[in-house]
C-alpha cells in the first residue's frame, strides 16, 4: 500500500485600501526549472493534451496562461466602489524549491510534496480602475520519493492527475472571474481567492474521476469505484466485484495504490478470491462518499 502524494497550493493576496494602491506581493523572484524539470513538465502537460476528452473540469484558460496571457475586462455598477476591472493572468513553472519564500516567510510545503500552484495577484487601482495582473507560479517534482516507490504503470497515471490537479487550482478561480458573483466582490475591492480551492473541496473528487478514466485506458489496471453507503445502516465496510477469478489465472500478485482523496483506508485494502470472483475490500473514511483505488495485477 503506497502513501498518497501530496499536491498543493498557496495564495497571496493584496489588501485594497482607498484611493491608489500599487502593492508589490510578489514571491521572491524564484529559479527557472532546470532542463529536466522543464523536460517532464512538457512530457506530463502533452500527456495531459491528449486526453482533453477525458477531463471532467476542463482547463482552457489555464493551460492557455502557460504561454499567454489570459485577459478579460468587465465594467462595474455606479454604486460599487471602481467602475472598472480588468484581469490579466499568466503561470510559469519555477524550479522545485521545497525552501520558497514568499515576503520572507517560508511557505511550507510539506516532505512528501509532489507538486504546487501559487496565485500572486497584484492589484493597482486608480481613478475608480482596477488592474489586476497575476502572474502565477507552478512548480512539479519529478522525483518525489512516492512515485519512485510506485508501480512503474500506475505511476504515469498518478503524475498525469498531479498535474490536473494543479492545474485546476488555476482554472476553478478563472471560471468563478466569469461569474457575476464573483465579479461583484471584485467591483467592491473584494478579490475571492476562495474558487481556486487550497482547502480542496472540490479538486480531489475531479482528480479521482479523471484518473478513473485514465485507468479505464491502462492495461493491467483496475480502477475500484467504492460506492458511497448510507450513514444510518452501514459501517463503511465494503467489498466490490472486480472481475471473474479466471482473471487470475496468468496473474500472481496485485498492488494497490489509494490517490489522494481516495477515501478509502489504504491499510484496510485487500483482494481475494470469493464464490469464484475476485472481490476487493476495505473500509471508506467516510462513508457516505464514494471511494476509489488503482489496483496493478502481476502477470506470472
Known amino acids: 500500500m503506497k502513501a498518497n502524494t501530496f499536491v498543493g497550493a498557496f495564495f497571496i493576496l493584496s489588501l485594497p485600501l482607498a484611493g491608489w494602491l500599487d502593492f508589490q506581493t510578489f514571491a521572491d523572484e524564484p529559479k527557472p526549472p532546470t532542463l529536466a524539470e522543464r523536460q517532464n513538465f ?48 499568466t503561470t510559469r513553472q519555477i524550479k522545485w ?69 494543479e492545474i485546476l487550482h488555476g482554472q ?36 479521482l474521476a479523471y484518473l478513473e478514466s485514465l485507468a479505464a485506458l491502462a492495461k493491467q489496471i483496475y480502477a475500484v469505484h467504492v460506492p458511497p453507503q448510507a450513514e444510518n445502516d452501514s459501517t463503511g465496510y465494503f467489498e466490490v466485484v472486480i472481475a471473474a477469478a479466471s482473471m487470475l489465472a496468468t496473474r500472481t500478485k496485485w498492488e494497490s495504490y489509494c490517490p489522494e482523496g481516495s477515501n478509502v483506508e489504504p491499510a484496510s485494502f485487500h483482494i481475494r478470491i470469493k464464490d469464484e470472483k475476485v472481490v476487493a475490500s476495505g473500509k471508506l473514511i467516510d462513508k457516505t462518499k464514494k471511494g476509489l483505488v488503482l489496483v496493478y495485477f502481476t502477470p506470472q
Not at 488592474?131 to 498518478?158: G, Y
Not at 468563478?176 to 461583484?184: I, P
Request: aromatic residues 6%; charged residues 25%.
Open 97 to 165: 524549491d521545497t525552501e520558497l519564500r514568499v515576503n520572507n516567510e517560508k511557505v511550507g510545503i510539506p516532505p512528501n510534496a509532489a507538486a504546487y500552484y501559487i496565485w500572486q495577484p497584484k492589484i493597482i487601482i486608480k481613478n475608480r480602475e482596477k488592474h489586476v495582473v497575476a502572474n502565477n507560479f507552478i512548480m512539479l517534482d519529478s522525483d518525489t520519493t512516492t512515485q519512485r516507490e510506485m508501480n512503474p504503470l500506475i505511476a504515469p497515471l498518478v503524475s498525469e492527475a498531479v498535474l490536473y490537479h
Open 172 to 207: 476553478l478561480l478563472i471560471n468563478a472571474m466569469l461569474e457575476k458573483a464573483w465579479r461583484d466582490k471584485a467591483c467592491n475591492c473584494d478579490f475571492d481567492l476562495g474558487p481556486a480551492d487550497a482547502s480542496h473541496e472540490q479538486i480531489p473528487e475531479l482528480v
Open 42 to 89: 512538457q512530457t506530463q502537460l502533452d500527456k495531459l493534451q491528449s486526453h482533453v476528452v477525458l477531463f471532467p473540469q476542463n482547463l482552457d484558460e489555464a493551460i492557455k496562461s502557460l504561454t499567454d496571457s489570459v485577459t478579460f475586462t468587465f465594467d462595474c455598477p455606479e454604486t460599487t466602489k471602481v467602475r472598472q476591472v480588468s484581469v490579466r493572468i
